[in-house]
């Protein structure tokens, strides 16, 4: 079965300091991966899928960037944090076509 | 595009009391249907899906019953425990294209069960 590792669990950061979150996937090889923002009473939001390596799609417009360097690595980027940007960040994979999909542990990020 | 509207919370029952929180969906065609679950300080977990009308998800005491006449997806469970506070969310297939399938949420409903 798929494992998600993603790190840190949580994370204060200044705003204008550049941030950088890693999700590493095992037991699967190829997977859709994606990027989750869950803000302080608001619902789940996808901010970036990728179906591949070097494929990234944005689903909304923001101060972040995605990026998969790898077949199972996931990373979530911003050159300058904004205190909008502080929230619970969540990667998430599956397969192509299965409906099942297994998620991380989340970062809960704080921008101050 | 297909989303889902969910009951917000908190919702604050006593142990053992009778649980329903509702979800209702829009979508194109008949998605498969979900539920999951967020403990406290834990990513999401699968807690139950349905792939096709009339299908009944069902885990860890709780069910949901996929209906297209209503276009609900409603969590139930018959005896809450301490243990089932969490925050739950009801979920479809992104429409998005592209190859790959997000998933759309509900807001999320947060759960207090009280001794």
């Known amino acids: 079965s798929q494992t998600i590792h993603q790190w840190p669990a949580t994370l204060v950061q200044p705003v204008g300091s550049p941030l950088s979150l890693e999700c590493t996937v095992e037991?699967?090889?190829?997977?859709?991966l994606y990027w989750y923002r869950q803000a302080a009473g608001r619902g789940l939001q996808l901010l970036f899928y990728?179906?591949?390596?070097?494929?990234i799609s944005s689903e909304v417009p923001q101060n972040l960037s995605a990026s998969r360097p790898q077949d199972r690595q996931f990373i979530l980027s911003s050159k300058k944090l904004l205190l909008s940007d502080s929230g619970f960040y969540l990667c998430?994979?599956?397969?192509?076509?299965?409906?099942?999909?297994?998620f991380g542990s989340g970062t809960r990020l704080t921008v101050v | 595009g297909d989303s889902v509207t969910q009951m917000e919370g908190p919702v604050t029952l006593s142990e053992e009391a009778f649980l329903t929180i509702n979800c209702t969906y829009t979508?194109?065609?008949?998605?498969?249907l979900f539920w999951y679950v967020q403990y406290p300080g834990e990513g999401l977990q699968l807690l139950l899906k349905a792939t096709k009308a009339d299908d009944k998800g069902s885990n860890k005491g709780f069910e949901a019953t996929y209906r297209k006449e209503t276009t609900s997806f409603h969590l139930e469970k018959g005896s809450v425990q301490v243990s089932d506070s969490a925050v739950y969310f009801c979920a479809l297939p992104l429409d998005s294209g592209g190859g790959a399938d997000g998933l759309t949420f509900g807001k999320g409903t947060h759960l207090i069960i009280q001794p």
């Open positions: 990728s179906v591949g390596i070097g494929q």
């Open positions: 998430a994979c599956n397969q192509a076509g299965v409906d099942g999909y297994t």
């Open positions: 037991g699967t090889s190829n997977p859709n």
């Open positions: 979508a194109t065609g008949y998605p498969s």
